[in-house]
């Protein structure tokens, strides 16, 4: 593939991966301040949603798999200890 060509198709992926990185992220913020602070129907809700992303992400390579199993694992820890 010719240098300019293979440029432009990294400028696209990188603001791709950005965008879904950013949005990964946030989920993950927003679950562990409602982890804090909300019922347990909204932590689950908040908690599945982020899961939802960080596979999203793993499985498109923005996130390493062992990065979001990482976060994954720690989110399902702290929504289980708030159930007790």
């Given at each position: ?38 019922s ?14 960080l ?29 007790d």
């Amino acid at each position: 593939m010719p240098a300019k060509k293979t440029a432009r198709v990294q400028e696209r992926k990188r603001i791709i991966n950005r965008d879904v990185r950013s949005s990964t992220r946030t989920a993950v913020k927003k679950a562990i301040q409602v982890l804090g602070t909300g019922s347990s129907e909204e932590s689950a809700e908040a908690v599945k949603l982020a899961t939802s992303k960080l596979d999203r992400a793993a499985s498109k390579g923005i996130v390493h798999r062992n990065a979001a199993a990482r976060s994954k694992s720690r989110l399902m820890k702290r929504l289980n200890s708030n159930s007790d």
